[in-house]
């Protein structure tokens, strides 16, 4: 079956524009994580969508940050006023379901945004 | 504060020798572990995980890592290198407190030479 898909694969765009990041997690995957991954560096949390549940919006880094997601299908991550901090691999995730069950997760192959 | 470490950047291994990729954690409560595999242009695959149980968790492709609480480790194992294996390879944790919440390694490069 497919797997988990992200779009676009690459972006680039100057600083302090808005860019918008997409995920389609596989079907019937009711848990879906957005992490960010620097260069050299692991991946970091940025948010989790549990079903209808309201998010963890825990790892936002700061309120340019935000992410949607409406029930169990397609997610998109927004980043306003772009930094060039904010250059890193974004990466979906998506399992049949999180918080105590903590399956294993099946991840897309990422978004490559830099910010010029 | 929970985190994941790798010490070894890199992993350089001859084709039909045993590899060993380190990798240990600090978490609070009981520790989920999970080791995921990213080949070229390719997404992150998961290997295997540890919940509870024996401490030698198998997983996939011949992989296979042991738990040690006392040295909070979670290293991944393989009796005989592939070539194939070439990779990086990310551990990651479970937050202890917020279950929503993981906590991934910097990733080890694992090269095996023929």
């Known amino acids: 079956g497919a797997g988990v898909s992200q779009s676009p694969s690459n972006k680039v765009t100057e600083k302090g524009k808005d860019v918008e990041l997409r995920c389609d997690p596989i079907?019937?995957?009711?848990?879906l994580y957005w992490y960010r991954q620097r260069l050299g560096q692991g991946l970091e949390f940025l948010i989790y969508?549990?079903?209808?549940?309201?998010?963890?919006k825990s790892g936002l880094p700061s309120d340019r940050f935000s992410a949607e997601r409406t029930g169990e299908s397609v997610s998109t991550l927004t980043i306003q006023r772009t930094q060039q901090e904010d250059s890193a691999v974004y990466l979906c995730?998506?399992?049949?379901?999180?918080?105590?069950?903590?399956?294993?997760?099946?991840f897309g192959p990422g978004t490559r945004l830099t910010v010029t | 504060a929970q985190s994941v470490a790798q010490p070894e950047d890199q992993v350089n291994v001859a084709e039909g020798n045993p590899l060993t990729v380190k990798c240990t954690y600090s978490?609070?409560?009981?520790?989920?572990l999970f080791w995921y595999v990213q080949y070229p242009n390719r997404g992150l695959q998961f290997l295997l995980k540890?919940?509870?149980?024996?401490?030698l968790v198998k997983g996939s492709y011949g992989f296979e890592a042991e738990f040690n609480k006392s040295q909070t480790s979670f290293h991944l194992k393989k009796p005989s290198a592939l070539v194939s294996d070439s990779a990086l390879y990310f551990c990651?944790?479970?937050?202890?407190?917020?279950?929503?919440?993981?906590?991934f390694g910097s990733g080890t490069k694992l090269n095996v030479k023929p």
């Open positions: 995730a998506s399992s049949l379901a999180g918080g105590r069950s903590s399956y294993e997760q099946y």
């Open positions: 079907s019937g995957h009711t848990a």
């Open positions: 969508f549990q079903g209808n549940s309201a998010p963890d």
């Open positions: 978490v609070s409560g009981n520790p989920y």
């Open positions: 540890y919940i509870t149980g024996d401490n």
């Open positions: 990651a944790v479970r937050d202890g407190y917020n279950f929503n919440k993981f906590y």
